[in-house]
């Protein structure tokens, strides 16, 4: 099971709880900052799955050269992930792009105090993680994804919110879309079915990024959140292109959410279809396994990225022996307060 993904769906599940063959790069050039298999034989390399090969930097940064959309997938924790990130910022501006920058992890309602650290501290990224709160919202330190803001600031780029309040996920998860308001949720095209493979796959994901531990009442709730999150994501990219000056779109993001066949491209392609878009999945090496394309097992048999660039990684622990220990305190929680698991 991807590990990766379970650690990423954990926060998902708490909201509705709440609310209901080319030559290889230089890898020498790389010091990497987690600590596990940094030997190992991928780390560093990068994967083209649709071509079953290994592709060059140089490959990655001509497609980002050509892209309307770019979507950088990570894993949250990892600071590789972030550090790259910030160097495919720092190349898109160093091929003459005018990117905008959208963080999955900064929601609507920080865009007022972003935008006001930035007036008043142009250059300041340090500063920015605690202008907006950021010690606040459950997500890493903000230090490991300083770098990424610094490349934007030092090269002029706009930095957007791209997530939705928790309040209003909470919503969605007991109302469905409605809940965003029938006009939005129409701009959104939340209000046109998706394809019922589509929706078994994604559904299968949730409960398997959250150890296949929840129970069926639980999927189609987060299943709204989930396209909800994606669509938004998706509508910012769009907007951000034009009256803010950018000729390219960047997105930072979880990888579940920047995978091609159902994740924020899905989006892009429903309102942008004739823009080009790009995908990068950061992905950490695995002890055992030597085969790129063996990732594939994960995301139901083909990789769903047009590039992924493999990483050491954060850890090796069980993240499903974490998430029992999580729901059981959660479970111990309603107990106290008299409210069964049905509430």
């Known amino acids: ?53 290994f592709a060059t930097n140089g490959e990655v940064y001509a497609a980002l050269k050509k892209a309307d959309f770019v979507l950088i997938g990570e894993k949250h924790d990892n600071a ?39 007036a008043d501290h142009p250059g300041d990224a340090e500063g920015l993680g605690a202008a907006v709160g950021w010690d606040q919202s459950g997500w ?17 780029m706009p930095l957007l919110t791209g997530g939705l309040d928790r309040n209003v996920t909470k919503r969605i998860a007991r109302e469905g879309t409605d809940a965003m308001g029938e006009e939005r949720a129409a701009t959104l095209m939340l209000k046109q079915p998706i394809a019922e493979n589509m929706r078994d796959g994604m559904r299968q994901v949730i409960f398997d990024s959250h150890c296949q531990q929840l129970p069926e009442s639980m999927l189609d709730p987060m299943l709204s959140v989930t396209l909800a999150k994606d669509a938004v994501m998706a509508d910012r990219m769009i907007e951000s292109r034009g009256p803010q000056g950018a000729d390219v779109a960047v997105l930072i ?10 994740g924020v491209p899905f989006h892009l392609k429903r309102r942008a279809s004739n823009k080009r878009i790009v995908t990068v999945g950061l992905i950490e090496v695995e002890k055992d396994v030597l085969d790129p394309a063996a990732h594939a097992a994960h995301y139901a048999g083909a990789i769903p990225f047009d590039f992924i660039w493999f990483t050491p990684r954060v850890d ?23 409210k069964g698991e049905s509430d």
């Open 80 to 118: 590789d992930h972030h550090m790259l990130q910030a160097r495919l910022v720092s190349e898109l501006a160093a091929l003459g792009r005018r990117p905008a920058l959208i963080f999955e992890m900064l929601v609507e309602t920080q865009q007022q105090a972003l935008d006001a650290h930035i």
């Open 253 to 262: 993001a979880g990888g579940g959410h920047v995978r091609a066949d159902w």
């Open 140 to 156: 890493p330190d903000w230090s490991i994804y300083q770098p990424i803001a610094q490349q934007a600031l030092s090269n002029g």
């Open 1 to 53: 099971m991807n590990k990766g993904m379970i650690a990423a769906g954990t926060s998902l599940l708490l909201t509705v709880l709440a609310g209901c063959a080319g030559t290889t790069p230089d890898r020498a050039a790389t010091s990497w900052k987690t600590p596990l298999y940094r030997d190992h034989p991928l780390a560093g390399q990068i994967w083209k799955p649709s071509e079953a090969r």
């Open 316 to 338: 090796d622990n069980d993240p499903c022996e974490a998430y029992a220990e999580q729901l059981k305190r959660m479970r111990e929680g309603k107990q106290e307060t008299g």
